[in-house]
């Protein structure tokens, strides 16, 4: 069954260090998603992406972040000077549809662990 | 009154038994509904995804959209230990391009 690939799967950085988390999502899916779980709180959009472009982003996605997708396989999630706060799971997905919207939803990556010290 | 409401439980439940899993929501505009099921350390899993009000069935899974309510709900049958997970209710507006997740229900199926 197809994954979405996600790496490292946990990464410690101290405050103000910029951080680069990576995804390779499904092969033939064309829209990509970053969400993020704080520790005890719900999954949280950050940033939808289609065709090369920031499609939809949420007031947390600030200029502290920013994605691309530099080849044709890796999506990444930069974030540049770094808070405590920022520590949280990070997940990527993709989908076949916008929004997930066809029988198959998202597909999330396992995740990855930032700690921010 | 947030978007999106789940009980966090804990539930626990015995082997065998059923599990009814409800999230409320306020905005009238959702039309997707998607239940998953993450695991500890886990990316979210997609288990059941449904269109609008009505029922879905999946193996031992159904799942119940109450549009007039507001209230979805995630029925699992013959629940086994397997299934011990946190339960997250997510909803997109038609043409959203994001799902607004629920807390998530944290479930624990005792052998």
């Known amino acids: 069954e197809p994954e979405v690939t996600q790496t490292p799967s946990h990464q410690v950085t101290q405050m103000g260090q910029e951080v680069i988390l990576r995804c390779v999502p499904i092969?033939?899916?064309?829209?990509f998603y970053w969400y993020r779980q704080i520790l005890g709180q719900k999954v949280e959009f950050l940033v939808s992406f289609y065709n090369n472009e920031i499609s939809e982003k949420s007031e947390i996605f600030d200029d502290q972040f920013s994605v691309e997708r530099p080849d044709g396989s890796n999506f990444t999630l930069k974030i540049r000077s770094t808070k405590l706060e920022d520590s949280a799971m990070y997940f990527c997905?993709?989908?076949?549809?916008?929004?997930?919207?066809?029988?198959?939803?998202?597909?999330f990556g396992s995740g990855t662990r930032l700690t921010v010290v | 009154q947030k978007e999106v409401e789940q009980d966090p439980g804990p539930l626990s439940v015995p082997e065998g038994a059923i599990v009814s899993l409800n999230c409320t929501y306020s905005?009238?505009?959702?039309?997707?509904f998607m239940w998953y099921r993450q695991y500890s350390r886990k990316g979210p899993e997609l288990l059941m995804y449904?269109?609008?009000?009505g029922n879905k069935e999946d193996g031992r899974f159904t799942a119940q959209v109450d549009k007039s309510s507001k209230y979805i709900s995630l029925f699992i049958r013959d629940s086994q230990p397997s299934d011990s997970a946190t339960y997250l209710c997510?909803?997109?507006?038609?043409?959203?391009?994001?799902?607004?997740f629920g807390p998530g229900t944290r479930l624990s199926v005792l052998p």
């Open positions: 997510a909803m997109s507006a038609l043409g959203g391009q994001n799902f607004v």
């Open positions: 905005n009238s505009a959702f039309q997707y």
């Open positions: 449904t269109y609008s009000s």
């Open positions: 092969s033939n899916h064309l829209y």
């Open positions: 997905a993709s989908s076949e549809e916008v929004g997930g919207q066809g029988d198959y939803g998202y597909t």
